[in-house]
Each structure stands twice: as C-alpha cells, then as structure tokens.
C-alpha cells in the first residue's frame, strides 16, 4: 500500500488550505504534535491571542486544536472553569 504525502501550501495559501495540511500532518503524526523546542518551551506564539501553544492535536471530530495550559490565561478565566468543573 502507497501512502500519499500531502504537499505543503505556498506561504501566501488560504487558511483553509493550510488548516487541511495540518489536519493531514497530524493524522499521519498519530492526532498530536509537539511545539516546544528541547528544552520544552513552546516555540509558537500568537501574537493575537498573546499565548504561547505548546501543542496541537485533533479533537474527536479531527478538528485541528492548539492546547494552551492554563496557567497561560487570566485569573478570572481560571476562576470560571474552577466554577464550571466543582460539582
């Protein structure tokens, strides 16, 4: 059996092509991908977001999903999934 590489998009690609390619990479990477270098710093950050993103996995639905560790998001954040999650 063959397996088929996907090609990388161009720089200037739509997002929509890249977030396919990602998709792609890491179902062939098992669902999950490691962005942090050798020391385990993440070496992506969104500058948007002002968020560093360790890793990247798919969701159930093979949705592409950055994973940000909490302690990267407000206090008032972190106060409401505490909130959501007592039972």
Not at 30 to 51: H, S
Not at 64 to 83: N, W
């Amino acid at each position: 059996m063959e397996i088929s590489k996907t090609i990388k998009p161009e720089e200037n690609a739509e997002v929509s092509e890249m977030l396919g390619y990602v998709m792609g990479q890491l179902k062939h990477n098992g669902g999950k991908w490691d962005l942090t270098d050798d020391a385990g710093k993440p070496v992506i950050f969104d500058a948007e977001k002002n968020v560093y993103i360790p890793d990247i996995m798919l969701s159930k639905d093979c949705i592409p999903c950055a994973v940000i560790p909490l302690g990267y998001f407000e206090d008032d954040t972190i106060r409401a999934i505490v909130e959501i999650i007592s039972l």
